[in-house]
């Protein structure tokens, strides 16, 4: 054996038994005849029946994005078990990546509502003891209509970390913005077709979220774009009777609002709110262990 190789041999059986070459562990199930994606992280000396917190990425993203990696590392550290979900968007056995726009879109806002209802279940079937579930960003809003409808009731806390915001006005102006054309008469005709029982009629060269000059179904148009107050995270809040957290970045571009539809709501028991210095949407350096902080305390009270 040359130098070189026994040298890499010995630092991998060293850090193999210092726990920190662990991997995360690749974890999938079946639902609705597609595969679904998950890593799980077990802190050190946890097992899954000491609680876990399931988290949910943002638009179009995955479970391996910079912020969900983040998080589930800082919170291994505080010693939190965590399984990061990596959102189907209609794809079987979707990898850890963006969702490529010219792949058609069959995909709905609410599907991920039920595959966060799928793997709580898969959880609780695991042996799993009491679960957090957090989102980011449209990850958040959907975090939040699962926690308002009737969750699991081993589901006892709710971490929305720069959860999504709507308003119609915004809705219109910047899809307008985005695509150089008006969204009422696209949404029209998508309305129009869902209504006649054809939303699976694809609609061609048209934009959908952010992804321009694609297809989509005339259901999956109108799911993501038609008016919807429930998108604004803050008026989910009220429905939610599980204690819940939003966390929110001082200097967030993405999320409008968010802050001034929440704050009246705070009771300091039922919803808190933790505002993030210098943090913009995605909570990076310090930011994110601030994040990890506010979670911990959260969850462990």
Request: with cysteine.
């Amino acid at each position: 054996m040359n130098a070189a190789i026994h040298t890499a041999l010995a630092l991998f059986l060293a850090l193999a038994f210092t726990g920190v070459a662990q991997a995360t562990e690749k974890v999938s199930l079946k639902a609705r005849g597609i595969t679904l994606n998950a890593n799980l992280e077990l802190a050190k000396d946890k097992k899954l029946s000491d609680g876990v917190i399931l988290l949910t990425h943002g638009t179009l993203a995955h479970n391996e994005m910079e912020i969900i990696k983040t998080l589930q590392s800082l919170l291994k550290e505080r010693g939190h078990n965590t399984l990061a979900i990596n959102l189907s968007l209609g794809v079987d056995n979707r990898g850890a990546s963006m969702y490529d726009c010219k792949t058609p879109h069959k995909h709905h806002h609410l599907d991920a509502v039920d595959e966060i209802g799928t793997w709580v279940n898969w959880l609780k079937s695991k042996g799993a003891g009491k679960i957090s579930v957090l989102g980011h960003s449209r990850g958040g809003n959907q975090t939040a209509r699962y926690a308002a409808g009737k969750p699991d009731a081993a589901v006892d806390h709710v971490i929305l970390v720069a959860p999504a915001t709507w308003s119609q006005k915004y809705s219109e102006d910047s899809y307008e913005k985005s695509f150089k054309t008006k969204l009422a008469p696209l949404l029209a005709k998508a309305q129009k077709l869902t209504a006649n029982g054809k939303g699976s009629e694809m609609l061609e060269n048209i934009g959908i979220i952010y992804c321009s000059d694609t297809k989509a179904t005339a259901s999956a148009f109108v799911s993501y774009h038609k008016p919807d107050p429930a998108r604004h995270t803050p008026n989910v809040l009220k429905d939610i009777k599980i204690p819940t957290l939003v966390i929110a970045g001082a200097n967030d571009k993405v999320v409008k609002g968010l802050p001034e539809g929440v704050k009246p709501l705070v009771d300091g028991k039922n919803l808190q709110f933790k505002m993030i210095e210098d943090a913009d949407h995605f909570f990076q350096d310090f930011a994110a262990e601030e994040v990890a902080d506010h979670i911990d305390e959260f969850v462990k009270n």
